[in-house]
């Protein structure tokens, strides 16, 4: 079905996601990795609806969670426990203690405080915690700063020196079983230097801990594969893989990645219905009907998404700022993008919208989030309904009476 027929059936805001183009990326990865142990788990953060990740689990795909509640997604779309994995530099006791009861493959650990919990509520619960450890190289990945995370000025992961103390540490707990290493330096990487370098500093620490009879089992180098929004150079599946792998030759691993945007990014569309074209003085603009609370990275990282007025022909073109209902002037789905004059009820697709979409939508202006539709093989289906406003109020609702 066309995209304007689809906008047509199921309504604007609207998410389209095209699995096939989700199983590509998947299989292009996975089958550079063929001559080694791997897992390729989906970041479930990147976009969580249940059938999407049921599809990545379908292809073997594991899950790189960050919540409890991820955890639970992950489980509930079919992703078999051994292939979740656990991280997040806030972990609270209920969600430790619940992802060992569910018995995941690893918890990536990201403080010393962690750590000492996880032993505790493992001991507590008589059994022996998998862990991995995320470590820090201290490298600047030159990306967006609110995206980088690999230095020392971040939140997140343990320098190298308090790793090595942190793994001697697990391999005397009689409650600790440090099975894997992890580092993560940020999102959107086009550069991969930055990636070989981190792997390098990481995997000479795999070395130096083997000497110490601690056996690292997974090799976990997170996520971060940047894909093009505009014209940005990108890393190709291919070279990634080799520059990992020529970093840890002699290691017998299993290589974990842990991808979200490389595998969603350009598979999805955000559809959304002109409403208006105005113009104050100088400036015009394009009233559409979705958001920043339907998709909120153009407000929040000033990120570029490639904007198409679907089914028109090529005609002239002038800037716009294509502009959503909700009552901030930060609401902005693209500044100044050339575009052709807009009637009411024209479609626009905003492209690359399948990372970091819907799953970073909210119900500000209580406006109901957007519906999601999957294309496969040439049909379509709602795998998401629209919210209605009954959704959003129905846990407020039983407070109104007078007690
Ligand atoms: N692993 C870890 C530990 C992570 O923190 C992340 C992303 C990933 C994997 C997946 O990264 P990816 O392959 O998708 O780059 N909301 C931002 C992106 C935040 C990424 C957070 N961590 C955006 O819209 O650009």
């Known amino acids: 079905m066309k995209r304007i027929d689809l906008a047509k059936k199921y309504n604007t805001p609207l998410y389209i996601y095209d699995f096939d183009h989700f199983s590509n ?6 089958q550079e990795f063929k001559a080694r142990k791997s897992l390729v788990a989906f970041a479930v953060k990147s976009n969580s609806n249940l059938s999407v990740i049921k599809h990545f689990a379908s292809l073997g795909a594991g899950a790189d969670c960050v919540s409890i509640g991820e955890v639970q997604r992950a489980l509930k779309a079919g992703v078999h426990p051994y292939k979740i994995i656990f991280s997040g530099v806030g972990k ?4 430790i203690t619940k992802a060992l009861q569910l018995g995941i493959l690893f918890i990536n650990v990201e403080s010393e405080g962690e750590l000492k919990r996880v032993e505790l509520i493992a001991s507590q619960l008589e059994v022996v915690a998998r862990v991995s450890l995320r470590v820090n190289p201290n490298i600047d990945p030159k990306t967006h700063p609110y995206i ?3 230095l ?4 997140f992961g343990i320098d190298i020196d308090t790793a090595k103390r942190l793994y001697i540490f697990c391999k005397n707990s009689e409650h600790l079983d440090p099975v894997g290493i992890h580092f993560h330096i940020g999102s959107q990487l086009t550069d991969l230097e930055p990636i070989k370098e981190a792997s390098a500093i990481v995997a000479s620490l795999v070395r130096s801990l083997e000497k110490l009879d601690i056996e690292i089992k997974f090799f976990d180098v997170g996520g971060g594969l940047g894909v093009a929004y505009e014209d940005e150079k990108t890393i190709s599946a291919y070279d990634y893989v080799q520059g990992v792998l020529e970093t840890i030759k002699g290691l017998d691993v299993t290589i974990v990645c842990e991808p979200g945007r490389y595998l969603t990014a350009n598979g999805g569309e955000f559809l959304t219905t002109v409403l208006y074209e105005k113009i104050t003085g100088e400036k015009r603009f394009v009233i559409v009907d979705g958001a920043m609370n339907d998709l909120l990275r153009p407000s929040l990282y000033n990120a570029y998404h490639e904007i198409e007025v679907i089914g028109k022909e090529k005609r002239e073109e002038t800037l716009a700022d294509i502009v959503g209902p909700v009552c901030e002037s930060g609401d902005f789905l693209a500044k100044a993008t050339p575009i052709a004059l807009c009637e009411h009820g024209d479609i626009i697709a905003v492209k690359s ?6 799953v970073m939508s909210s119900n500000y202006n209580t406006r109901g989030k957007a519906a999601e539709v999957a294309l496969e093989n040439g049909n379509d289906r709602l795998i ?3 919210e209605s406003v009954e959704d ?10 007078d007690k």
């Open 384 to 386: 998401r309904r629209r």
């Open 148 to 150: 980088s995370t690999g």
């Open 152 to 155: 020392n000025e971040n939140k």
């Open 353 to 358: 919208s399948g990372a970091y979409g819907f």
């Open 92 to 95: 609270k006791d209920e969600e």
């Open 25 to 30: 990326q998947y299989n292009a990865l996975k």
């Open 392 to 401: 959003i109020w129905r846990l407020e609702e039983e407070f109104l009476d």
